[in-house]
């Protein structure tokens, strides 16, 4: 049982390059997510999916785009990466709202991206 | 809307000193508020949530909904406590989660 896996670990890019994060979970959790996470700013909501065949827009989701291929997988698209988007970006999931609770989120380790 | 502050962006403490790490909360509806640590290098996981009420690695967390808080405490530091934390809220409005802007503890020896 992995939780929830990122790939990759660390990227390196140009200005105006692009490249997909992926994010692939075990847990059979209906909601996934993409935040960014800098310095000072805490976690910022991206992206999210509450369930499979959904997507919508989080706090800051200008220059991204997010895929939901499957209930497993949620990918993260940068299509022309600026210096702005240098960042650690973590993928979670989570069974979602709950009849009672709200269950916790679990976290990928990370990615680290910096935009040259 | 929904906001947490966590106003401290350092805490820094000596091994066996008590600790609390501040969480305020806005939020109009019925909250639930979790505590998440990231230490160095590993990701981020689920410390302890208000629901449970239980004590975890010595951290406890009450919420009163009086003052619009979460603290999280301590009363006696290690140093293997040094970390990132996080407070985050949810509603039953508002499933999505969010997140403080952090406070890193550091444990001197």
């Known amino acids: 049982n992995a939780g929830v896996t990122q790939t990759p670990k660390f990227q390196v890019l140009k200005t105006g390059q692009s490249m997909t994060l992926q994010c692939a979970q075990d847990?059979?959790?209906?909601?996934m997510y993409w935040y960014r996470q800098d310095p000072g700013m805490g976690l910022r909501l991206i992206y999210y999916s509450a369930s499979e065949g959904t997507t919508d827009k989080g706090e800051v989701p200008n220059g991204y785009n997010v895929s939901r291929l499957n209930k497993r997988e949620f990918s993260l698209r940068l299509e022309s990466a600026a210096p702005s988007q240098t960042s650690v970006y973590f993928c979670?999931?989570?069974?979602?709202?709950?009849?009672?609770?709200?269950?916790?989120?679990?976290f990928g380790n990370g990615t680290r991206l910096t935009v040259t | 809307a929904q906001r947490v502050t966590q106003p401290e962006k350092l805490l820094s403490v000596f091994k066996g000193a008590p600790v609390e790490l501040k969480c305020n909360y806005s939020?109009?509806?019925?909250?639930?508020l979790f505590w998440y640590v990231q230490y160095s290098r590993q990701r981020l996981q689920l410390l302890l949530r208000h629901i449970s009420r239980e004590s975890i690695k010595g951290f406890t967390a009450d919420l009163n909904k009086g003052e619009t808080s979460f603290h999280l405490k301590k009363p006696f530091a290690q140093e293997e406590d040094s970390a990132m934390y996080y407070c985050a809220l949810s509603g039953r409005g508002s499933y999505i989660p969010t997140f403080g802007r952090g406070t890193s503890l550091i444990v001197h020896p």
């Open positions: 939020y109009s509806g019925s909250p639930e």
């Open positions: 979670a999931s989570s069974a979602g709202q709950g009849s009672s609770y709200n269950s916790p989120l679990h």
């Open positions: 847990m059979n959790h209906n909601s």
